[in-house]
């Protein structure tokens, strides 16, 4: 008789299935069945061992992966059982904040924030401060405040009735902050980090709670460990601290998320943390040839950050990985359309096994001209995502206006469509509304016979508003979106935009809820509904059965697998990132070494990467291969396209010379400085790019970037600080360049405010794209 659960599972996978108790690690490699063991890992302790499966946390970082799990899960074991706690991080700490929030005087109700909710406070705080894109963007301001909320104690702040004291000595920046969290505090809403901020604060607040739910969670497994921050793996520790049945699984050398606070050595170092760990190397490869990984273990060997593994595989050889280098974009670009035409003649393979990836946004334009001329269809992977698109946020921000009657909902819909409520009116809306102490939506109800208020659009408002909460009570929330779309005129202004996807689009959302509440047996909680959507970053509908050559990112390829893959734009300063390398060095190097292993072993059949000739705009440099390239053996691709001695010399010796711990002083060593004068290098911090040094004259230490260009090297007896030495070396350094051009000092747009200012655009941290065709996945 077979067995469903454990059959099919390699020795290893095994192993990690039926060690359940103590601290586990299991090193996952690309392509090595890690959601398989996972998912048969849960349904072995429920089926086999007896565990309610409500006492079984298991977290992972995409709401993709979390229902693939859920779905192998119930596959296994059936139906019957909950498996709510099968979530990604967001979605336990909702969950949690649901029964405990009120332990710190929120509602339960309280409000999520998604990308575009942040942007909505953002343009009201730019307004008041009456500044715009010139002085900051919205990028720069919403990584700020991440960072701020990861190094400060903010909650100390937001839990208490009080709000910050201006002071002229703080910089924009934190001005912005300040009235970002003062805003939150009256809407009572939670950003994607206040969400794990608050539930470990309650959690290290209250110890009743955290015993509480330490003895409901007998295990907990971590998805994707390589990728949790301090904050996430914060949470699972102290969860696990009374059964100290703690499971992580992951690969180091695929953290490609170190920019936005993921932690490898959590994964790295468990077995130094927990020194009873049992670890298991899963380094049987079900997804490439031995060609194609021969190049991925190559390239990985050169990280230090990692569990050292091979990854191994029975597969046939396959045939050989190809590299390309052409003389321009467009004799590349021409180069993989001719390729792909080959691949369909020859291999019998349909468009949409193909798969093109690049580091950043920017390089999709000359492969798309190139798949055009050649009529080969094509998507982008990754484009706007279904509930950030503003017809859904549109009905979405009605919704929540009814039952919650927020601010942010309220600005974004009292004027849409158009009531002819201006400038003028919300000025004043907003000053009572400070005044008052009230919400703007309260704020109009009981001022709106003020002369600036009493507008025929503002009365038609509130009285939209009031029968909407009274349709509220008695529809289901299917049926309540019908409406809305029909009393509020926004269905007439989709049809008249002419826009059939915006319609279909809310169609998809109708079918959605419709769904839930045959899955729900009844009606659909509003407020939870709204809490649930508010996490869903990467669902969207399914159009992976279009044939069509895919085009994404190396961070979306991220857990995929293709058939053919080609990587475009293989080239130094490109990947790696020349942006990357510049702000955070060496970490950067491995980062972005991990990059390319991804983007290898994501091949099944067939790998090829392609670079051309021509001049770098990021680095202000002519264009060459990746040092990468250099880094695998000659001997595991074959190189096609003319590669002249020249360029390839002067790769080599660039990439030779770009030793990452190559610095121009060490510790101990005496500089000069143009205006501090003489000093001691007293710390050489290669995370922060810097220089901590000692000025005699002045007594003091100061951080100097590595690039300064005008820190030389001092000896024992130059002492001459003299004014007219001074005064000279001040005349040399009017005329000469600027020291700081070319710096990665962020550049502000020329754009307005109010355009989306979307994070996948960035060179360094893209994850998405521009097309509106296809999800994130």
């Not at 017809?391 to 009292?414: A, H, Y």
């Not at 009365?459 to 289901?476: G, I, M, T, Y």
């Not at 220089?691 to 007594?699: C, K, S, T």
Request: hydrophobic share 35%; proline share 3%.
């Amino acid at each position: 008789m077979t067995d469903p659960i454990l059959e099919n599972l390699n020795p290893k996978q095994l192993q990690a299935v039926k060690t359940t108790e103590g601290y586990v690690r299991v090193i996952a490699g690309a392509g090595s069945g890690k959601t398989k063991a996972l998912t048969s890992r849960f349904a072995y302790i429920v089926d086999r061992l007896g565990i309610n499966s409500s006492n079984i946390l298991c977290v992972t970082f995409t709401n993709k992966a979390a229902q693939e799990m859920k779905k192998r899960v119930k596959m296994l074991i059936g139906d019957l059982y909950d498996v709510s706690f099968i979530t990604t991080y967001h979605g336990f700490c909702v969950r949690f904040l649901r029964e405990e929030i009120n332990k710190i005087h929120y509602p339960k109700n309280f409000i999520i924030l998604d990308a575009e909710d942040q942007k909505t406070i953002l343009r009201e705080v730019f307004t008041e401060l009456e500044i715009n894109s010139k002085n900051l963007t919205f990028k720069q301001v919403l990584r700020f405040i991440s960072k701020q909320k990861s190094t400060s104690d903010y909650l100390g702040y937001m839990l208490e009735n009080k709000s910050f004291e201006p002071d002229e000595k703080d910089s924009l920046s934190s001005r912005v902050y300040q009235k970002y969290l003062d805003k939150q505090k009256r809407n009572y809403a939670l950003d994607f980090d206040d969400l794990i901020h608050f539930t470990a604060f309650i959690l290290d607040s209250n110890a009743d709670v955290l015993l509480k739910w330490q003895e409901m969670l007998h295990y907990i497994q971590v998805d994707e460990a390589q990728d949790s921050s301090d904050s996430q793996f914060h949470l699972v520790e102290i969860l696990s601290r009374v059964h100290q049945n703690l499971f992580l699984v992951g690969d180091p050398d695929q953290t490609i998320y170190e920019w936005r606070g993921a932690k490898p050595e959590y994964l790295v170092e468990f077995d130094q943390m927990f020194p009873d760990t049992q670890t298991i190397i899963m380094n049987q490869n079900y997804r490439s040839t031995p060609n194609i990984l021969k190049v991925g273990n190559h390239i990985i060997k050169n990280n230090t950050v990692r569990v050292d593994k091979d990854m191994v595989t029975d597969n046939p050889e396959g045939v050989e990985v190809v590299h390309f280098h052409g003389k321009n974009d467009f004799e590349e670009t021409l180069w993989v359309a001719t390729e792909i035409k080959e691949i369909l003649k020859t291999e019998n393979a349909s468009y949409s096994d193909i798969t093109i990836l690049y580091r950043s946004n920017h390089l999709s334009r000359n492969i798309e001209q190139a798949l055009i001329k050649d009529n080969i269809p094509y998507i982008i992977f990754g484009g706007v995502r279904f509930f950030e698109r503003r017809e859904i946020k549109d009905v979405l921000s009605f919704l929540r206006l009814i039952v919650q009657g927020d601010n942010f909902s309220f600005l974004r819909m009292f004027n849409h469509p158009s009531r002819g409520l201006g400038k003028k009116f919300l000025e004043r809306l907003s000053f009572l509304a400070g005044e008052q102490n009230l919400s703007l939506l309260h704020t109009l109800e009981h001022n709106i016979e003020d002369r600036e208020l009493n507008k025929k659009g503002a009365v038609d408002f509130l009285n939209l508003v009031s029968e909407l909460k009274k349709d509220a009570q008695n529809n289901s929330i299917s049926d309540l979106v019908k409406i809305i779309l029909d009393k509020s005129g926004l269905s007439e202004l989709y049809r008249k935009d002419g826009d059939e996807d915006r319609l279909e689009n809310i169609k998809e959302l109708v079918s959605s809820m419709l769904l839930l509440e045959k899955e729900n047996n009844g009606p659909v909680n509003i407020v939870e509904y709204l809490q649930e959507v508010s996490l869903y970053t990467d669902l969207d509908k399914d159009t992976e059965t279009q044939d069509k050559v895919r085009l994404m990112t190396i961070h979306i390829s991220k857990g995929l697998e293709f058939p053919y893959v080609f990587l475009c734009g293989f080239t130094e300063g490109v990947l790696p990132s020349a942006l990357s390398i510049k702000e955070r060095r060496k970490r950067a190097i491995e980062e972005e070494r991990r990059l390319m292993y991804v983007a290898v072993t994501r091949a099944e059949k067939r790998f090829y990467m392609t670079d051309s000739e021509g001049f770098n705009f990021t680095t202000g440099l002519n264009k060459y291969p990746s040092r990468f390239l250099f880094e695998i053996k000659e001997e595991f691709y074959v190189r096609k396209g003319k590669l002249s001695a020249e360029i390839l010399q002067t790769a080599q010796s660039a990439s030779a010379s770009k030793g990452e711990e190559d610095t121009a002083f060490s510790e101990g060593d005496l500089v000069m400085h143009p205006v501090w004068n003489k000093g001691k290098i007293q710390t050489v911090d290669r995370e922060k790019n810097q220089y901590i040094v000692h000025f005699f004259e002045m007594g003091k230490e100061k951080p100097i970037d590595f690039a300064f260009r005008f820190l030389t090297a001092a000896s024992e007896q130059q002492e001459d600080s003299s004014p007219a030495a001074l005064l000279s070396l001040h005349e040399s350094l009017k005329t000469a360049p600027d020291p700081f051009a070319g710096s990665d000092t962020p550049k502000a747009p020329s754009k307005d405010i109010f355009e989306n200012d979307d994070p996948a655009d960035d060179l360094d941290e893209d994850a998405g794209g521009a097309c509106k065709k296809w999800p994130e996945s």
